[in-house]
């Protein structure tokens, strides 16, 4: 593609829907208060989906099928580095960091990869859009550093300050360890998906594959809580599970037809979407920094349109 290649009107609309089940999913995990049982759900969820789906269509071209492999791999570990990290700390901490320097690191490596190359107007727009999640993430981290100070100064416990601050840079760590896997499989994706000739199976196919694995990988030791988590939890599976395999399938779509690095970014409007929620929905405060996030991101989608 040449540095000209858009964001077509119907690319743009369709990322952006991805990008709110995306968020639509992240919040279910929120409101249920478990995010790591309910991911082990919502991966087996999808797996199952796949496995329903997958006979009803025509097979991924066999030049693709090493890259369904690869992006199996690459996902197992992204969903073992998100458990280490949200057991290292916080939601809120881990995944603006993960997400809004993923998009940087494909837009990176995108060109001698995969042959795209993205216009002045489309990197601007891209910055836009990470620099709004990268600020969603030092929010949070003031947030957390400010809840620190004060219980120190309530309690005197400079050990627990420095646990505090070990965890936090323990969780720093594996968010970026994690944005580098994503942006692994977002680019072995955007190229094998361009290869398949069937975009929804090879979707399909790496969620079988990735479900199963990560199911093998979490279920022992687990099964007895997990069962527990599903009885009182019955909507996880079936709606997170429909809501990540569409989230991806529309953005492995789209990455056949606009940059991959341009459809990487455009996915990090989950963050507005996600904010939407946590207002209207979670009815959680929204200062006025993240709302300054959230103008970056919503401008940077927009100028993602026009460039």
């Given at each position: 593609?040449?540095?000209?290649?858009?964001?077509?009107?119907?690319?743009?609309?369709?990322?952006?829907?991805?990008?709110?089940?995306?968020?639509?999913?992240?919040?279910?995990?929120?409101?249920?208060?478990?995010?790591?049982?309910?991911?082990?759900?919502?991966?087996?969820?999808?797996?199952?989906?796949?496995?329903?789906?997958?006979?009803?269509?025509?097979?991924?071209?066999?030049?693709?099928?090493?890259?369904?492999?690869?992006?199996?791999?690459?996902?197992?570990?992204?969903?073992?580095?998100?458990?280490?990290?949200?057991?290292?700390?916080?939601?809120?901490?881990?995944?603006?960091?993960?997400?809004?320097?993923?998009?940087?690191?494909?837009?990176?490596?995108?060109?001698?990869?995969?042959?795209?190359?993205?216009?002045?107007?489309?990197?601007?727009?891209?910055?836009?859009?990470?620099?709004?999640?990268?600020?969603?993430?030092?929010?949070?981290?003031?947030?957390?550093?400010?809840?620190?100070?004060?219980?120190?100064?309530?309690?005197?416990?400079?050990?627990?300050?420095?646990?505090?601050?070990?965890?936090?840079?323990?969780?720093?760590?594996?968010?970026?360890?994690?944005?580098?896997?994503?942006?692994?499989?977002?680019?072995?994706?955007?190229?094998?998906?361009?290869?398949?000739?069937?975009?929804?199976?090879?979707?399909?196919?790496?969620?079988?594959?990735?479900?199963?694995?990560?199911?093998?990988?979490?279920?022992?030791?687990?099964?007895?809580?997990?069962?527990?988590?599903?009885?009182?939890?019955?909507?996880?599976?079936?709606?997170?599970?429909?809501?990540?395999?569409?989230?991806?399938?529309?953005?492995?779509?789209?990455?056949?037809?606009?940059?991959?690095?341009?459809?990487?970014?455009?996915?990090?409007?989950?963050?507005?979407?996600?904010?939407?929620?946590?207002?209207?929905?979670?009815?959680?405060?929204?200062?006025?920094?993240?709302?300054?996030?959230?103008?970056?991101?919503?401008?940077g989608a927009i100028a993602m349109r026009l460039a």
């Open positions: 593609m040449t540095p000209a290649s858009a964001v077509s009107a119907p690319v743009f609309l369709a990322v952006l829907g991805a990008a709110l089940l995306h968020a639509s999913w992240n919040a279910l995990l929120k409101r249920r208060g478990e995010p790591l049982p309910a991911t082990v759900l919502v991966v087996a969820g999808a797996a199952c989906l796949a496995a329903v789906l997958l006979p009803l269509l025509p097979a991924p071209a066999r030049a693709s099928w090493a890259y369904i492999a690869a992006s199996s791999v690459v996902q197992t570990v992204y969903y073992l580095l998100l458990i280490a990290t949200y057991r290292h700390g916080d939601v809120s901490h881990a995944y603006p960091l993960m997400r809004g320097c993923a998009p940087l690191l494909v837009a990176v490596a995108n060109g001698p990869l995969t042959g795209d190359r993205l216009g002045g107007g489309q990197w601007c727009a891209m910055l836009l859009i990470c620099g709004g999640v990268l600020v969603q993430w030092f929010t949070a981290r003031g947030a957390r550093a400010g809840a620190a100070s004060r219980a120190t100064a309530a309690h005197a416990r400079d050990a627990h300050t420095s646990g505090a601050r070990t965890a936090g840079s323990r969780t720093t760590l594996f968010a970026l360890l994690t944005a580098g896997v994503i942006a692994a499989y977002t680019l072995i994706d955007g190229r094998g998906v361009r290869l398949s000739a069937a975009p929804a199976a090879y979707t399909l196919w790496i969620f079988l594959l990735t479900g199963s694995a990560v199911c093998l990988c979490t279920l022992r030791g687990r099964t007895r809580a997990l069962a527990a988590f599903a009885r009182a939890n019955p909507l996880v599976a079936p709606l997170g599970g429909l809501a990540t395999v569409g989230s991806y399938g529309i953005a492995l779509w789209a990455m056949t037809r606009a940059p991959v690095a341009a459809v990487a970014a455009l996915r990090e409007t989950s963050i507005l979407f996600a904010t939407a929620i946590a207002a209207f929905v979670l009815r959680e405060r929204i200062g006025r920094t993240r709302l300054a996030a959230v103008a970056l991101i919503a401008c």
